[in-house]
Structures are given as structure tokens and as C-alpha cells.
């Protein structure tokens, strides 16, 4: 006996919109159980030879009241059916459960009824029946409803082939199947799998998903090239989809490092050539290789530093970039410094011409070299940099700062006092940069200074502090005081008439003051209404207190110390250049913190630079010969203080006076680069002399504006043509202006469209050249129609460039172009 519990909800659906239901039973399956329906104010009526009278009954006799007219047997064909007029007008219910489905679906397609009987099983479970339900749409066939069970087992909302695609790939680089094996256990494996012949030419006896995979990286591999013209022109373009999705990009990741391994395609690009692999990010095989030859390049010097450095430009876009990123970083800082290193002469007409040289140009080189190893050191992968590694140190050590300090030191030589012309005094720095800014009116000035700040560390942190809106920055040299090291540097930033070093040569005194600790400061400060202030107080000091503190002073000393804490200790001197970048970091921040707390006028300076190469130093980096004299007070690895020292041509010897200062100590200068080889102290990172590195101190002036100054990068898209007529397009685009620290890169989306409907390929291109000549940034990219185009032939579609909306999924039209799309029966065999 059949269960009416089924039936009872749609009769009485039926109800609500008519008020006649003609129910065909042929099998009579629900006769015995008909008159147990109860329906609220409906009468049933069973045909049995009757028909003339059910027909007067409900149209003449009751034409108002609800009626269910039930047949139990067949109907009979044609004529033969007396109700048939009114069966045609109202509809004929049945109960037969794939009708019941399909009726409850509302579609009634051709083939529906067979998809529902094939698939009975998925049909039974309500809740696919209700997913599936907000998919369905009156006019589904049966592969579209095939399609969109597929969806529905698959978790997804969207039934096309890609989507479909990405779900099961993404399950899979998992190493996951559950969803796969619903579509078997439902029997649509082999609708998908047939699906993917068509759409994607994918073809085999034995289908599976990680077949499915490898033949799509093949493919990839030869440029989905094919005898039959455009026959994988969908998997090339959902393909790339794929790869540039976030959703699917790191499945695709993983997936591509199985796919290389079982093709080995690392062993078939062994003897490629840098110009076949630069457009390549197939797998990440390609990535190392091109690293790799990069690196050999370098060293060989059989690449030039620009086409080293446009070469990992174009990188950046690599699906494999953000492994890589440091180790590029290293290999374009080296390909800069040995460039620079191939081509530089030192040759110094004065004093005033190798100040001036170095802080426009040479300290290029300091900085490079610091690049290189930060970068180098932070990367995962640093095999490929090891004979890299090599030539740099042997280059930068003995061109560089071996002939530099020699160059340099003949002009040491040839001073009588330190001072220049070309630079002012760092005993002059308060009264040069401080007091003009305080001296008007309420002014307030901020002074950090940060122990060791190279003149090269100073130059990138201003370039990061102009990355941020409304920041400027701009950097000014001093020379520095001799000896370049910390107590004395500290004392020629403070407020004084007069330096001098004391008995045992520290503390050195301020106008007669000790100078040493922030209490010391603060009394020397205390005479132009200053305070000076560890930085990581400043970092951790509530706002509203910094605020209050910034108020209460016209003048606030801010005291950072970073590079010089990890370098003056042999246990931790070869990390300064880590330190350095966090000294960087934390500098922005702290300026930051200061504007916020309403500061305006910022100087970043430093007490003194330093000297360092990473490789052990040779024997002959030491003098020696030991400092002689009646009185040595000090003795540093790069200066001596002391009384009636005797005269050495390894030293140049200064009297106090000669540098500015107002005691009876004299100073030695180990000449050049050299070192004082002392017990227990660190050789590679020293300061104290008169190399460049030590004495060039920086001066950066930082302001925070009122309006935004940051912006992106212009493009324009320059058409060549108004009409498509093959089955590509190539379409022109310029960057109107060079990248900057404030006009920044741009990522842009392409596509053609009709309407809203997608009819091509969406690459990313990225507009990030740094270059002066117009003919470096135009870029053009190719647009590969779909097979949907077609549809839109003779209609003008439009070329759109799209920017993703910051901190969402969402894309915005960036720029436009109109096409006429118009193509021939021969432009089939084009792609």
C-alpha cells in the first residue's frame, strides 16, 4: 500500500492557485488509500465511465467548489478522453515519483524524467534536493541539471566546467577525494569526465583527477599547442584562471610541484637559456633555474647590471616570487655593486671633493653591499649565492674599501684641521639645525639620534620614511668628529660652546658638563627647555603622554640604539646589518609616534658611522705596530688618546686643538682601513677613525604635510586598432610616468567583455617601471577570446583594465576601450 504523505503537500499546493486537480494513477498505486485524503474543503470525485458527469458536476452543478478528479486506470488516447479539454486547461497531477521530483524541481525539459530515474538515489536526500533547488532555473535541460548536480556534491554554487574544475583541484593537492567520490557514488563521474572531453579536449579511456592534472601541465608545457587549431583554447584559458585565482593558486602550487616531478621537468630545461624561461613560471623548476643563471651571469659578468635588473623586474610577477623574493633582492644588489665596482675610480682632487663624492655616490656602494648580505642571509635558498658571495667580498674588500682608503687617506694627510668646506661641522649640528627651527617663535624641534647610523642607512630609511603619505624626507651630510665614536659623537649633537675630553679621555664634557647618560643630557638640554628620551620609552609611552611631553619641551632628544649595540660586540657584530633593518623599522615607527604626538620638524642624525666587511679580515688589515707614548689613556681597535704620543707613519696623529677640541690629549688614527688588534674585541664592525663610512653623518629633515601625496601610477590603453577580427587581440598599454617613492606601482586586470560577460582571458599586469625613457614602459598583452565571443560577433564589446578594491574581492573598471568584434569562418583556424 502507498503512503499519500508524500502526495497530500503538493495536492494541496495545487490548491492554493486552482480549484480543479485532475490526478493521473494508471497503476491505481494510491486507490485503495484515496478516500483516507483529507483536504480542507475539497471533494473527490473518481472517473469510472463517468466522465459526462464529473464534467456537469464541477462546471454546471458546483462551479465554484474545489474538486480532485482522480483517475485509477489508463487514459484513454486521444478523442477517447472526454476530459481532456479541461485536463489541458488546469494541468495533469501525478504521483509517479520521477514525475513527483520533477514536478517539485518545475522543470519538464526533454530528458529531465530520465536524469531523475538514473539518478534516483540523489534525488532521495532532501537536503541536495533543496541545494539543488536554488541552482535550477525553469529552462534547464538535463546536462545543465546534470551539470548543477555536480555542483551541488561538489559543495559548489556555480556549475560551469572551471569552477567545477577548481573545486576538484583544490580537493585534490588536499590529498583529499571525498568530494570526487560522491560524483561516483552518484554516478556523474562519467557525465564530468565527458563534460571535460568536450569543453577541454580532455580525452582517455581511464579518467581520474590526477590524470586529468598531469595532462593539463603537459599541455601547459608545450603553450597548449594542438593539431586541431583553438581545440584547447578553454583549458589555456580556465588554466591560467586557476594559476591566478587565490583561491586556487596554492593548489595549483602544490599540484604543479607533483606535475614537474612526474614529467622531470627540471632535467629538460638543464641546458635552457635565460631568454627561453623569462616568460616561463610554469613550476618553480623554472624559478631556480633562472636563479641560478642569474647568479652565474653575475659573477661572469656576462649580463649588465640593467639587464640583470629588468630580468628580475619582470620575476615579480612569478607565481613562485614570494619564495624568492630575498634571494632576487641579493642578486640584483650584487649585479648593482659589481657594476659599480667594475667602473669606479677613486680619484679625490681634495678634502672637500671625497666628502663630496662619497655622499653623492660612493656610499652607494656601502649600501649595496649591506643589501646583498641582509638579503642574502634571509633567504631560504642561499646555494645559488655562494661564488656570488665570493667575488663580492673579494671585490668589496680590496677594491673598494682597501682603494678608497688609500685615495682617502692622502687627503687626511694633507689637512692641517678637521674641518671642510664642503660639509659642515657635526659640532655645528644644533646650532645649524636646531636652533633656526626653535628660534621661530613656538616652534618645537625632535631630534633622534641613532647610534651607528650609517650615512647609507640614513639615505634608504629616507627613501622608506617618502614610501609613507604625507612624509618627506631629506638627507644632508656633516662631518663628522675625530674620533668617530660614540661618547664624542654624542657630545657634538648637544647644545655647547666647547668639547673636550676629560682626564682618563671619558666622559667628554659639555661646556665643563659631563655629557655621558640621559641624566647628564637632560642638564645640558635643560638650557634650551630640552629632554632627552630613551626611544623605547618613546615606543611605549601612551600617546596622550607623549603628546604631553612633546608640549612641555621646545626641544625633545630621542636616543636609539641598534646597529652600534650589535656591533661593538664580537659576539653579535656580524648581525649589524639585521640590526640595521631593524633599526629601520623601528625608526619609521618611532617617527610616526612622534607626529602623531603633533611633532613637525624631525632630524634623524647619528653620532658616527662604522666600517665593516663580513669576511674575516686578512693579517694585513692590522697594523703592525703598536701606539707609543709617554700617556696612552685609550686604545681602540681605531684610535688611541693619549700624551706626547710618538710619531708613526701607521697613525695619523692629531692635537686636540686640530680637531676642535679643548684638552691636552692627542689623538692616532690607524691611516686607511687599518685596525689596532686588541684582545677580546671584534674586527670586522669598528668605528672611531677617519675612513668615509666613519666621518660622512647623516642629517635627515623629515616633515609630515596635510594632504595625501601618495598615488598610484598612470596607465594608458593606446589601441592600435578599433576591430577584432581573429581569435586574439593584442592590445597596447603605457605607463605615462616612472615609478617613485610617491607615484607607486599599479596591478591591473584585463578582459573583453560584452555586457557583463566575460568573453576572453584576465591576465594581471603589473605597471611597476622605474625607467626615465618612455620605451621602457610600454608593455602590450595578448587576449585570447573564449568560444562564448562568438556568440557576440559583430557587436562591439569592450576592453576593459580593472583594480582590485583595497581590503576586498571586488574589482573596479580602471580604463576602457570599445572593439567592434567582427570574425570570419577563417578566424577558427587562427588560434
Same mark, same amino acid.
Given at each position: 500500500m502507498s503512503s499519500l504523505s508524500a502526495v497530500l503537500p503538493r495536492l494541496q499546493q495545487k490548491f492554493e492557485s486552482q480549484r480543479l486537480v485532475f490526478w493521473h494513477d494508471a497503476d491505481g498505486e494510491y486507490a485503495a488509500d484515496l478516500d483516507a485524503l483529507d483536504i480542507r474543503d475539497v471533494t473527490t470525485i473518481r472517473v469510472e465511465n463517468n466522465e459526462y458527469a464529473v464534467?456537469?458536476?464541477?462546471?454546471?452543478?458546483?462551479?465554484?467548489?474545489?474538486?480532485?478528479?482522480?483517475?485509477?486506470?489508463?487514459?484513454?488516447?486521444?478523442?477517447?478522453?472526454?476530459?481532456?479539454?479541461?485536463?489541458?486547461?488546469?494541468?495533469?497531477?501525478?504521483?509517479?515519483?520521477?514525475?513527483?521530483?520533477?514536478?517539485?524541481?518545475?522543470?519538464?525539459?526533454?530528458?529531465?524524467? *530520465?536524469?531523475?530515474?538514473?539518478?534516483?538515489?540523489?534525488? +532521495?536526500?532532501?537536503?541536495?534536493?533543496?541545494?539543488?533547488?536554488?541552482?535550477?532555473?525553469?529552462?534547464?535541460?538535463?546536462?545543465?541539471?546534470?551539470?548543477?548536480?555536480?555542483?551541488?556534491?561538489?559543495?559548489?554554487?556555480?556549475?560551469?566546467?572551471?569552477?567545477?574544475?577548481?573545486?576538484?583541484?583544490?580537493?585534490?593537492?588536499?590529498?583529499?577525494?571525498?568530494?570526487?567520490?560522491?560524483?561516483?557514488?552518484?554516478?556523474?563521474?562519467?557525465?564530468?569526465?565527458?563534460?571535460?572531453?568536450?569543453?577541454y579536449g580532455y580525452r582517455t579511456d581511464r579518467p581520474s583527477v590526477e590524470d586529468f592534472v598531469l595532462w593539463m601541465f603537459r599541455q601547459a608545457t608545450s603553450g597548449f599547442a594542438s593539431d586541431a587549431p583553438g581545440a584547447l583554447r578553454n583549458i589555456q584559458l580556465d588554466f591560467a584562471s586557476l594559476r591566478n585565482d587565490r583561491r586556487s593558486a596554492d593548489a595549483l602550487a602544490t599540484l604543479a610541484g607533483r606535475a614537474a616531478e612526474s614529467l622531470d621537468y627540471a632535467n629538460s630545461i638543464e641546458d635552457a637559456e635565460l631568454a627561453e624561461l623569462l616568460g616561463n613560471d610554469l613550476f618553480e623548476d623554472v624559478e631556480r633555474k633562472i636563479i641560478s643563471v642569474l647568479a652565474q651571469a653575475i659573477v661572469g659578468r656576462t649580463m649588465s647590471a640593467r639587464e640583470v635588473s629588468e630580468t628580475i623586474r619582470a620575476r615579480q610577477s612569478s607565481m613562485w616570487v614570494d619564495q624568492y623574493r630575498e634571494l632576487y633582492t641579493a642578486l640584483g644588489a650584487a649585479s648593482d655593486l659589481l657594476s659599480e665596482l667594475a667602473t669606479v675610480r677613486f680619484e679625490i682632487a681634495s678634502f672637500d671633493d671625497g666628502l663630496d663624492r662619497y655622499r653623492k655616490h660612493w656610499f652607494r656602494i656601502d649600501q649595496l653591499y649591506r643589501q646583498f648580505h641582509f638579503a642574502a642571509r634571509t633567504t631560504e635558498y642561499s646555494g645559488p649565492l655562494e661564488a656570488l658571495r665570493l667575488e663580492v667580498e673579494k671585490r668589496y674588500a680590496n677594491r673598494f674599501l682597501y682603494e678608497l682608503g688609500t685615495a682617502w687617506q692622502q687627503q687626511v694627510d694633507a689637512v692641517t684641521d678637521w674641518r671642510s668646506v664642503a660639509l659642515r661641522s657635526q659640532a655645528r649640528f644644533f646650532a645649524d639645525h636646531v636652533e633656526p627651527i626653535i628660534r621661530k617663535g613656538n616652534r618645537k624641534a625632535v631630534v633622534i639620534i641613532s647610534d651607528a647610523l650609517r650615512f647609507e642607512v640614513a639615505d634608504e630609511l629616507g627613501s622608506r620614511i617618502r614610501k609613507e603619505d604625507r612624509f618627506d624626507a631629506e638627507l644632508d651630510a656633516m662631518l663628522g668628529v675625530v674620533p668617530s665614536y660614540t661618547q664624542l659623537g654624542m657630545a657634538a649633537l648637544l647644545p655647547h660652546k666647547t668639547?673636550?675630553?676629560?682626564?682618563?679621555?671619558?666622559?667628554?664634557?659639555?661646556?665643563? @658638563?659631563?655629557?655621558?647618560?640621559?641624566?647628564?643630557?637632560?642638564?645640558?638640554?635643560?638650557?634650551?627647555?630640552?629632554?632627552?628620551?630613551?626611544? $623605547?620609552?618613546?615606543?611605549?609611552?601612551?600617546?596622550? %603622554?607623549?603628546?604631553?611631553?612633546?608640549?612641555?619641551?621646545?626641544?625633545?632628544?630621542?636616543?636609539?640604539?641598534?646597529?652600534?649595540?650589535?656591533?661593538?660586540?664580537?659576539?653579535?657584530?656580524?648581525?649589524?646589518?639585521?640590526?640595521?633593518?631593524?633599526?629601520?623599522? $623601528?625608526?619609521?615607527?618611532?617617527?610616526?609616534?612622534?607626529?602623531?604626538?603633533?611633532?613637525?620638524?624631525?632630524?634623524?642624525?647619528?653620532?658616527?658611522?662604522?666600517?665593516?666587511? *663580513?669576511?674575516?679580515?686578512?693579517?694585513?688589515?692590522?697594523?703592525?705596530?703598536?701606539?707609543?707614548? /709617554?700617556?696612552?689613556?685609550?686604545?681602540?681597535?681605531?684610535?688611541?688618546?693619549? +700624551?706626547?704620543?710618538?710619531? *708613526?707613519?701607521?697613525?695619523?696623529?692629531?692635537?686636540?686643538?686640530?680637531?676642535?677640541?679643548?684638552?691636552?690629549?692627542?689623538?692616532?688614527?690607524?691611516?686607511?682601513?687599518?685596525?689596532?688588534?686588541?684582545?677580546?674585541?671584534?674586527?670586522?664592525?669598528?668605528?672611531?677613525?677617519?675612513?668615509?663610512? $666613519?666621518?660622512?653623518?647623516?642629517?635627515?629633515?623629515?616633515?609630515?604635510?596635510?594632504?595625501?601625496?601618495?598615488?598610484?601610477?598612470?596607465?594608458?590603453?593606446?589601441? %592600435?586598432?578599433?576591430?577584432?577580427?581573429?581569435?586574439?587581440?593584442?592590445?597596447?598599454?603605457?605607463?605615462?610616468?616612472?615609478?617613485?617613492?610617491?607615484?607607486?606601482?599599479?596591478?591591473?586586470?584585463?578582459?573583453?567583455?560584452?555586457?557583463?560577460?566575460?568573453?576572453?582571458?584576465?591576465?594581471?599586469?603589473?605597471? *611597476?617601471?622605474?625607467?626615465?625613457?618612455?620605451? /621602457?614602459?610600454?608593455?602590450?598583452? +595578448?587576449?585570447?577570446?573564449?568560444?562564448?565571443?562568438?556568440?557576440?560577433?559583430?557587436?562591439?564589446?569592450?576592453?576593459?583594465?580593472? $583594480?582590485?578594491?583595497?581590503?576586498?574581492?571586488?574589482?573596479?573598471?580602471?580604463?576602457?576601450? @570599445?572593439?567592434?568584434?567582427?570574425?570570419?569562418?577563417?578566424?577558427?583556424?587562427?588560434?
Open positions: 464534467k456537469n458536476r464541477v462546471l454546471r452543478a458546483e462551479p465554484k467548489e474545489k474538486f480532485l478528479i482522480y483517475r485509477g486506470t489508463s487514459v484513454p488516447p486521444g478523442t477517447g478522453n472526454w476530459l481532456l479539454d479541461l485536463e489541458l486547461a488546469y494541468g495533469v497531477f501525478t504521483a509517479d515519483r520521477t514525475a513527483l521530483v520533477s514536478q517539485d524541481l518545475g522543470l519538464s525539459g526533454l530528458g529531465i524524467d *530520465d536524469v531523475v530515474r538514473q539518478h534516483e538515489k540523489f534525488f +532521495r536526500a532532501s537536503k541536495r534536493v533543496q541545494s539543488l533547488k536554488t541552482l535550477i532555473t525553469t529552462d534547464d535541460d538535463a546536462d545543465r541539471l546534470r551539470a548543477k548536480m555536480v555542483a551541488v556534491l561538489l559543495g559548489q554554487g556555480e556549475h560551469n566546467m572551471l569552477e567545477l574544475t577548481r573545486t576538484l583541484l583544490i580537493e585534490n593537492a588536499r590529498g583529499a577525494h571525498t568530494k570526487y567520490d560522491a560524483l561516483v557514488e552518484q554516478g556523474l563521474d562519467g557525465f564530468h569526465w565527458a563534460g571535460a572531453a568536450e569543453i668639547l673636550a675630553h676629560s682626564q682618563d679621555g671619558d666622559p667628554v664634557m659639555v661646556d665643563g @658638563q659631563r655629557s655621558d647618560g640621559t641624566a647628564n643630557r637632560n642638564k645640558v638640554l635643560a638650557q634650551v627647555d630640552g629632554f632627552a628620551i630613551q626611544a $623605547e620609552d618613546v615606543l611605549a609611552m601612551p600617546n596622550a %603622554e607623549l603628546r604631553e611631553l612633546y608640549g612641555a619641551h621646545q626641544v625633545l632628544y630621542v636616543y636609539h640604539d641598534r646597529i652600534d649595540a650589535a656591533g661593538d660586540k664580537a659576539r653579535t657584530e656580524r648581525q649589524v646589518f639585521e640590526a640595521a633593518n631593524d633599526a629601520l623599522r $623601528e625608526l619609521v615607527d618611532l617617527i610616526k609616534r612622534l607626529t602623531n604626538a603633533n611633532a613637525t620638524n624631525i632630524l634623524v642624525t647619528a653620532d658616527h658611522g662604522f666600517l665593516y666587511q *663580513d669576511t674575516a679580515l686578512a693579517d694585513s688589515a692590522y697594523l703592525s705596530t703598536k701606539p707609543q707614548g /709617554d700617556d696612552l689613556v685609550v686604545m681602540n681597535r681605531r684610535y688611541v688618546l693619549g +700624551r706626547r704620543l710618538k710619531d *708613526d707613519p701607521a697613525f695619523r696623529k692629531f692635537e686636540s686643538d686640530q680637531l676642535g677640541l679643548s684638552s691636552d690629549l692627542e689623538v692616532q688614527i690607524p691611516k686607511s682601513i687599518h685596525r689596532l688588534k686588541l684582545p677580546g674585541a671584534g674586527s670586522r664592525f669598528v668605528h672611531g677613525g677617519t675612513s668615509l663610512q $666613519e666621518v660622512v653623518v647623516p642629517v635627515l629633515t623629515v616633515n609630515k604635510k596635510r594632504k595625501s601625496d601618495i598615488r598610484l601610477v598612470n596607465v594608458e590603453v593606446q589601441p %592600435e586598432t578599433d576591430k577584432i577580427t581573429t581569435g586574439q587581440l593584442v592590445v597596447k598599454l603605457f605607463q605615462s610616468e616612472p615609478v617613485s617613492e610617491k607615484v607607486q606601482a599599479r596591478t591591473l586586470r584585463a578582459g573583453l567583455y560584452s555586457g557583463e560577460t566575460l568573453i576572453s582571458n584576465q591576465p594581471l599586469l603589473h605597471f *611597476d617601471q622605474p625607467s626615465d625613457d618612455k620605451r /621602457d614602459r610600454y608593455q602590450s598583452t +595578448r587576449m585570447l577570446l573564449r568560444q562564448n565571443a562568438d556568440s557576440f560577433n559583430n557587436h562591439t564589446v569592450e576592453f576593459r583594465l580593472e $583594480e582590485q578594491i583595497p581590503k576586498t574581492d571586488q574589482w573596479r573598471v580602471y580604463q576602457r576601450a @570599445q572593439y567592434l568584434l567582427k570574425r570570419s569562418f577563417t578566424s577558427d583556424f587562427d588560434f
